[in-house]
């Protein structure tokens, strides 16, 4: 690990484990948590993260963090930190004009420079969510999410999903209306979670079963070039990891030729647990930015990887990959066990990379103990 870029910023990533030492450039006291952290070494910036406020109004803020001085930078232990309102993103120059807009404006979700998801109430409208995009990502999502509306409409899907608003390319903002329903997670993590992940297994099933056509594909071959790339990425930033990543790709390579080419049908792409509510008797489904013509084993693989990393789960993640597959084939759809495992490899892989990318001076060595298990999973 010693040439790694952790090993590199080593000094600067464990000052900025305390946030005390951002918190003093711009905030007094306590009240303030940390939504999100990103290491980029070789960038100036280096490293970005986002506070915001605990207490009411809420304030949400950027802190950029270089080895150099930057203009309004201020001098601290991790380095120069130029802290900016979230609404300043120069990457995303329409997001100020939409939080200027009449009605009341909360933040939901802020990924620096790529979007921002904002929950607004107007007077005489009903709630609505917004979300601010870098490019023309939020189309396709517009387009997705009126398709499956649609399919909705016509009784093909087993989850609600957000009425359909608008899509603004002036500004590269997309409108849905809120979907009612609180978050599964709570009951997903408790001592009935088979229930729920049967319930969204069911669901999910629902989708591939539907007659949506999504122009957009993401099959196996498209999931092996996006590792590729991650495998790149990784190797930049921990070089000793290389010959592990390689030798990944190429069991997953083998795995997906072992398999054959399978029919393709309608998928979400990304319904990881946060992505699913419920409001008491239906289950519903957000963000459509992912929505393709791929395999269902993907969308299983997604929610069940982003288990394997939830330290406050009551029941084993292999009891809640059976309750989703048998959710799956009470509607007639079969999984295949070993594309599941593939994509459940990939999923471990992108982990490895996030941990690599996290503010944190053991990011190398979390990345590694991925990369592991990602191995394993293969090997299963």
Known sequence: MSHSA???????LEALACDAAVLASFAA????????????PDSEPFATLVYESTRSPQRVMRVDVSEDPTMDAIRAEPGWLRVLSFDRDERLPTLSTIVSRPG?????????????????RSAGRPTRYVKVYR?????????????????????????????????DAST???????????AVTRKLYGPHGADVAHRIGRAAASLAHSSVEPKRVFDAAAQMAHSIDVVHELARRVPSLAPMAALLLDELGACHARLGKRELRPIHGDPHAEQWLDDGERLGLLDFEAVARGDPELDAAVFLAELDFEDDL???????????????EAIGLTLD???????????????????AR???????????AHLRRALECVAR
């Open 6 to 12: 952790h090993a590199r910023y080593r000094r600067r």
């Open 29 to 40: 006291g306590t009240g303030w948590a940390r939504r999100y952290a990103r290491f980029e």
């Open 104 to 120: 009341s404006c909360m933040v939901v979700r802020y990924l620096p420079g790529r979007r921002c998801t904002l929950r607004l």
């Open 135 to 167: 490019d023309d990502r939020g189309r396709r999502a517009d387009v997705a999410g009126r398709l499956l509306w649609g399919a909705a409409g016509r009784g093909e899907l087993a989850f609600s999903v957000p009425r359909p608003d608008s899509w």
């Open 172 to 182: 590269r903002t997309l409108f849905q209306y809120e979907l009612v329903g609180s």
């Open 314 to 328: 009551q029941l084993p993640v292999d009891q809640l990959e059976d309750a989703y597959i048998a959710g799956a």
């Open 337 to 355: 066990r070993q594309l599941l495992l593939a994509y459940r490899g990939h999923k471990r892989l992108a982990k490895a990379l996030r941990s």
């Open 358 to 368: 996290a503010v944190r001076p053991d990011g190398d060595q979390r990345a590694e």
